[in-house]
């Protein structure tokens, strides 16, 4: 690339699926300057629960913005921040009544291991086969969903250890056999390399996310509830993804019924604002000793009001039922796809978090999927590929999709895979 070339001065180290350059967004729709208008089905990641640019979130970051930017909450504390904790109290089990603000999702996930490490006096912590918990050192440590993420830059801080995930489908098992696996090989890690009372915590994500969109079985879950709680070990949920409506509830912990001792948010809580939170009890966070962890940016007033704003209007337009529904309807699209289409092996997911994973002979297609998403972009629609092989295509709209635009989605992609056979 040449100096003349307007990406010159962005570092080459992102992936781009396009160099689309929005300049305004709405609802599901993002355009460009030409007016060119693509359909995003990805939400930014996972980002905008609430809809490209919703007036009710912009027009609470702009009254705040004309007011107060940062209110630094170790000097002075803002009252958004205020409010927005006592709507995080609002949203989560009554046992998850204390939060931390900060930035990004692997700053929570670190925190959250800062968290489980300092409360419990314990080093260790168990992650799953597959997980994604961030690009930062710690939680490069916990992300074993592909090697790009850590290559070269290993070794990375240690203390954690990997277990399989009850992944059904790539396990070659029902739903049934893939839990006793996991739990099976779970209980041997903890015999064979780190003992229960040297385990600080077991962080999962209940619908693995990068990984491949797959939800987690609720039995599974509700037997680390039960395994945590004996060994006096902390169950940390990343819902960075699925938070905030996502799979059809306000969050995935909902389908399981299991209460974690540590919650992980971000991504759709800000509605685009960067902003995360790690929740727990009170007197978890009483463990901590005060200073033990903070951050320049966590709480400030913008980050905030965009926050408060977001849960607000979630809870108001019952956007997590407008994803149940959504994606129930999504669900039954692809899954008519499937029998027409055998290169699909897999269709997966809970509300607007959905998978549908490519395969071949039994093994994973990463050339089809990637050949279904460049068609579907050729029919302006945004779509993202997961999965450790990268042969999933992921479903992600913003929750407040209408069902005329899911079936316009679903017909897009079956051109575009009538295309690749
Ligand atoms: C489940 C999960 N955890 C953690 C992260 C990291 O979040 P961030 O990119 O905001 O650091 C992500 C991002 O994709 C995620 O999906």
């Given at each position: 690339m040449t100096q003349?070339?307007?990406?010159?001065?962005?570092?080459?180290?992102?992936?781009?699926?396009?160099?689309?350059?929005?300049?305004?967004?709405?609802?599901?729709?993002?355009?460009?300057?030409?007016?060119?208008?693509?359909?995003?089905f990805t939400s930014g990641i996972g980002v905008t629960n609430t809809g490209h640019a919703h007036p009710r979130v912009a027009a609470a970051v702009q009254a705040q913005v004309a007011k107060l930017i940062h209110g630094q909450i170790n000097i002075v504390i803002a009252p958004s921040a205020i409010e927005l904790s006592h709507l995080l109290n609002d949203i989560t089990p009554p046992e998850i009544d204390c939060f931390f603000l900060s930035n990004s999702g692997a700053e929570a996930t670190e925190g959250?291991?800062?968290?489980?490490?300092?409360?419990?006096?314990?080093?260790?912590?168990i992650v799953f086969q597959g997980s994604f918990h961030g690009r930062t050192a710690?939680?490069?440590?916990?992300?074993?969903?592909?090697?790009?993420?850590?290559?070269?830059?290993?070794?990375?801080?240690?203390?954690?250890?990997?277990?399989?995930?009850?992944?059904?489908?790539?396990?070659?098992?029902?739903?049934?056999?893939?839990?006793?696996?996991?739990?099976?090989?779970?209980?041997?890690?903890?015999?064979?390399?780190?003992?229960?009372?040297?385990?600080?915590?077991?962080?999962?994500?209940?619908?693995?996310?990068?990984?491949?969109?797959?939800?987690?079985?609720?039995?599974?879950?509700r037997e680390l509830r039960d395994l945590c709680r004996e060994h006096g070990i902390l169950l940390v949920f990343d819902e960075i993804q699925t938070g905030f409506g996502r799979t059809g509830k306000m969050f995935a912990l909902e389908y399981s019924g299991v209460t974690p001792d540590i919650l992980i948010m971000a991504k759709g809580l800000g509605s685009g604002v960067p902003i995360s939170a790690v929740g727990?009890?009170?007197?978890?966070?009483?463990?901590?000793?005060?200073?033990?962890?903070?951050?320049?940016?966590?709480?400030?007033?913008?980050?905030?009001?965009?926050?408060?704003?977001?849960i607000r209007v979630l809870r108001d337009e019952k956007l997590p039922e407008n994803a149940a529904r959504q994606g129930d309807r999504l669900l039954d699209g692809l899954k008519s796809l499937q029998a027409e289409f055998p290169i699909i092996g897999d269709v997966r997911g809970r509300g607007l978090m959905v998978g549908a994973e490519f395969t071949r002979n039994g093994q994973p297609d990463k050339a089809a999927a990637k050949?279904?998403?460049?068609?579907?972009?050729?029919?302006?629609?945004?779509?993202?590929?997961?999965?450790?092989?990268?042969?999933?295509?992921r479903w992600i709209p913003p929750l407040v999709v209408t069902p005329l635009q899911i079936d316009e989605a679903v017909q897009i992609f079956a051109e575009a895979l009538g295309d690749v056979k």
């Open positions: 003349t070339d307007p990406l010159y001065h962005l570092s080459p180290v992102w992936s781009h699926l396009t160099t689309f350059q929005p300049v305004r967004g709405e609802g599901i729709f993002l355009y460009d300057a030409n007016g060119k208008r693509l359909m995003d959250a291991v800062k968290l489980a490490r300092h409360a419990t006096k314990r080093p260790n912590v710690q939680t490069m440590a916990m992300t074993t969903s592909k090697t790009i993420y850590r290559a070269g830059f290993q070794p990375l801080p240690g203390g954690i250890f990997v277990t399989p995930f009850p992944y059904a489908y790539r396990l070659g098992m029902d739903e049934e056999g893939a839990t006793d696996y996991a739990l099976d090989q779970l209980h041997w890690l903890l015999k064979a390399q780190t003992a229960p009372e040297e385990t600080a915590a077991i962080v999962i994500e209940p619908v693995l996310g990068e990984g491949g969109y797959v939800p987690a079985p609720d039995r599974f879950l727990a009890s009170r007197a978890l966070m009483e463990k901590w000793a005060i200073g033990a962890h903070g951050g320049t940016y966590g709480g400030n007033a913008l980050a905030a009001a965009a926050g408060a704003a977001t050949a279904v998403q460049q068609g579907c972009l050729e029919r302006d629609l945004l779509l993202l590929t997961c999965g450790t092989y990268d042969n999933v295509i």
